[in-house]
């Protein structure tokens, strides 16, 4: 049988399911309080061993090796060519702030063009708050830490890993309002 090993025998999670079949319903409650009393504790001693691996980071470049060090490669590949998309638009934005000419780059050779892939680039993954690291050892303070590691924007995969997925907000908006300005 396919659900089975190879010697006949059930599989742990086929024997859980046989014994869960014949409790009671006060048995069952009572192994679902078990259960979820263990994962507590497994996610309490998960935080603890977190917080005292945080608390000797002295620096932001030691925690973002550190949660680099923890991504699939996959993963941590993707971060790195999506980072070198954002540095190259970034390079491109600081260029046109500067009054730089343009027409050598060998991606965006005019205004519009660029412009456009600015502005392709935020809808497609939004802006991202750089600024963030003004807080300093911000992974020092648990609670903020958790929230930053459940949100998914790039603010947060900023902070938590050094690597950009979207254009950092201020330059986006000094661009804009450069733009906007009269001639």
């Known amino acids: 049988m396919d659900e089975q090993h190879s010697g006949g025998t059930l599989t742990e999670a086929q024997t859980e399911e046989i014994r869960n079949k014949f409790l009671t319903p006060a048995h069952r409650l009572a192994k679902e309080k078990r259960d979820a009393d263990a994962k507590r504790k497994r996610d309490e001693r998960a935080r603890e061993r977190e917080q005292k691996e945080l608390a000797e980071i002295a620096s932001r470049e030691e925690l973002w090796k550190r949660n680099c060090e923890a991504l699939p490669r996959s993963e941590l590949s993707a971060l790195e ?31 519009e063009a660029g412009v456009a892939a600015v502005e392709a680039h935020v809808a497609e993954f939004g802006l991202c708050n750089p600024e963030i690291l003004l807080l300093g050892q911000f992974w020092k303070w648990q609670p903020f830490y958790e929230t930053l590691k459940d949100r998914k924007d790039s603010t947060a995969v900023f902070a938590l890993t050094g690597y950009f997925t979207a254009l950092p907000e201020i330059r986006v908006m000094q661009l804009r309002q450069m733009l906007a300005r009269p001639l």
């Open 81 to 111: 060519i999506e980072n070198q998309r954002v540095l190259d638009l970034w390079n491109w934005i600081e260029l046109v702030l500067e009054g730089s000419d343009i027409s050598r780059d060998p991606d965006w050779t005019t205004l």
